[in-house]
């Protein structure tokens, strides 16, 4: 007996320490729910089976996100149930529970980890989803992650995010970081370090490239940047300043706003900088392009009519349209990836606040009662918003839901985090 | 008797010594006098202070200035500029292998995308007063820092207005 405890102890001794082999070197974002949705799905995660034979416990991964989805009231539950326990469908009736997951965690001979997960309807007494996952133990969060996505997509109808990857800017001291972390704020990866700023990161489309803003030549210069092999390219540096770099949905192209001919315009460039064209041709400030869901218009901040205003106009240039009408100044034009939403920053009553506009009925929402918003970035299911804002006197991270009920913060232990762009769905 | 002699002695003593010293103190007086005179043609050193070769170098001089300061939400250069502007254009209309990055800036409130064009505007404005001079455009290039890089932090008009600002960097 007491050897087998010894063994034990000695085995999860030895798994701890291989954890934090493979953990990143630095410190995670901190996670603040300061919010909740209109009405709750009320669900039980039961523990899983075994899990701690993985080098994360997949039971407190789906907890969190979906508690950080504001759409689900967990109700506690340390019972442990896997795929082939008995479900006592009354007994989670009277708890009040709509959907019950269960699951367990096995480590594979060939050293993988294996998740087999169950959703129940409890209401129906029968099974919703369910699946097994076997991967690398470094990726144990990210099958977590998409059970969780499960049962978000099951019970919500809509695909879930929390399998997603963010980027952002982070400065402490004298130095700047682009950094990528999941969408929970774990596992930050640091991308570039420079001692000069670094602006407007932008995810390419298929989620292997950065775009974004660099004054390392002591002059704003449009990079993208290879996540996987870590090679660069110069994609803008012409005379003056070069900034705002924005992916077409295809990825075959980038907007961006260059200073070359004087004042800042609107320019398009293929995805490796050449085939230059300019799109605005006026005496006034033209900037921010950002594609429309369809890839067909493009929509740009511009001061043509005496402050900054949202305006789209055609892939040529041709066809302008004002968009935004409410206050005197409206910055930061973001498509959502469904079509239905623009998300902005509106100054109004002396502060700068996340708005979104409907765009079937010109609908304006204002989404934050911060006053120094910035940077806005929907999540790739369209349904939240990513956001820079003050935290105490530090730059945070701030996600809302688009009906404004959701909330959460997320923050860096030192120095101010700003420039958040979301990743896009992955395979 | 005796005392009227150590009277005289002593008398006479400071007399002598009195004597002497002026005797000698005349005679190196005058000597002195002659040996100054004497060189005063070819061993004196009088400075020479060349022009530096420089002028940019020159803290006291026209160039040493290099911001342009701006009014909130204003984008042209002020009158009291003028003289500024004109120095750092004529020098460059001297010396056409000198070139300068003109670097704009605005306060820390409001977008960064829409503050770096803001900053441009400033900049291009720079630049644009010194083209008019006649300066070539090859010898400048107008670029932003936006709101990225403050001169003061601070939240206050104290910082925001020393952050509105145009740099010419040689």
Redesign the interface.
């Known amino acids: 007996m007491k050897i087998a405890s010894l063994f034990r102890t000695l085995a999860s001794i030895a798994l701890f320490f291989a954890s934090i082999a493979f953990s990143p070197a630095y410190a995670q974002l901190r996670v603040e729910i300061s919010g909740v949705g209109e009405s709750q799905i009320p669900i039980a995660i039961a523990s899983f089976a075994d899990e701690s034979v993985a080098p994360q416990q997949v039971t407190a991964i789906i907890k969190a996100d979906l508690a950080r989805s504001g759409m689900f009231k967990l109700v506690d539950s340390n019972t442990v149930l896997s795929e082939s326990s008995t479900i006592n469908y009354k007994e989670w009736r009277a708890r009040g529970v709509d959907a019950l997951a269960v699951g367990s965690v096995q480590r594979q001979p060939d050293g993988r980890i294996n998740v087999r997960y169950r959703l129940l309807d409890v209401g129906k007494s029968a099974e919703l989803s369910g699946f097994a996952l076997a991967d690398h133990p470094n990726n144990v969060r990210l099958t977590a992650h998409r059970i969780a996505d499960d049962i978000y997509q099951k019970l919500t109808g809509v695909r879930g995010i929390f399998a997603t990857r963010i980027a952002y800017v982070t400065k402490a001291g004298n130095g700047y970081r682009l950094e990528v972390a999941d969408a929970d704020g774990e596992g930050t990866r640091v991308a570039l370090r420079s001692k000069e700023p670094i602006i407007s990161p932008s995810w390419s489309p298929d989620g292997t490239k950065v775009a974004y803003v660099s004054f390392e030549a002591r002059k704003p210069v449009v990079y993208v940047q290879n996540l996987v092999t870590s090679s660069r390219k110069v994609i803008a540096n012409y005379k003056g300043s070069n900034s705002a770099p924005s992916w077409s949905p295809d990825g075959s192209k980038l907007a961006i706003a260059l200073s070359r001919d004087g004042l800042t315009q609107v320019y398009m460039v293929n995805a490796d900088g050449s085939g230059l064209r300019r799109l605005t041709d006026n005496q006034n400030i033209n900037t921010e392009p950002r594609f429309s869901a369809d890839g067909q218009s493009i929509y740009f901040t511009s001061d043509r009519s005496g402050g900054p205003q949202i305006y789209r106009m055609g892939l040529d240039g041709s066809s302008v349209q004002r968009v935004t009408f409410g206050g005197s100044y409206n910055i930061s034009p973001r498509a959502s990836p469904d079509g239905k939403l623009l998300a902005f920053i509106s100054r109004r009553d002396g502060g700068f606040h996340l708005y979104t506009l409907d765009l079937s009925n010109g609908q304006e929402l204002r989404l934050s009662d911060s006053a120094r918003d910035e940077s806005p970035s929907f999540s790739p299911n369209s349904k939240y918003i990513m956001f820079a804002t003050e935290s105490g006197r530090r730059g945070a991270l701030s996600v809302v839901s688009v009906d404004g009920r959701a909330k959460h913060r997320l923050t860096t232990h030192a120095g101010d985090i700003r420039e958040p762009t979301w990743g896009p769905f992955m395979k | 008797m005796r005392q009227f002699k150590l009277l005289a002695v002593l008398m006479s003593s400071a007399l002598l010594l009195g004597a002497c010293s002026s005797a000698v103190k005349l005679d190196d007086e005058s000597n002195r006098a002659k040996v100054e005179d004497r060189s005063a043609d070819t061993r004196t050193v009088s400075t020479v202070t060349t022009a530096s070769a420089d002028p940019l170098s020159d803290p006291q001089g026209v160039l040493a200035k290099r911001s342009v300061y701006f009014d909130l939400d204003s984008y042209t250069v002020k009158e009291e500029y003028n003289a500024l502007v004109d120095a750092h254009a004529k020098f460059l209309g001297k010396n056409t292998s000198r070139k300068i990055?003109i670097q704009g800036n605005t306060d820390e409130?409001?977008?960064?995308?829409?503050n770096?064009?803001?900053g441009?505007?400033r900049a291009?404005a720079v630049r644009?007063a010194m083209s008019l001079l006649g300066v070539s455009e090859a010898q400048i290039?107008?670029?932003?820092?936006?709101k990225?890089?403050p001169k003061a932090t601070g939240s206050d008009e104290a910082a925001w207005s020393e952050n509105r600002r145009a740099d010419i960097v040689y």
């Open positions: 990055i409130r409001g977008g960064r995308e829409y770096l064009a803001l441009q505007k291009e644009k290039e107008a670029v932003s820092f936006g990225e890089k």
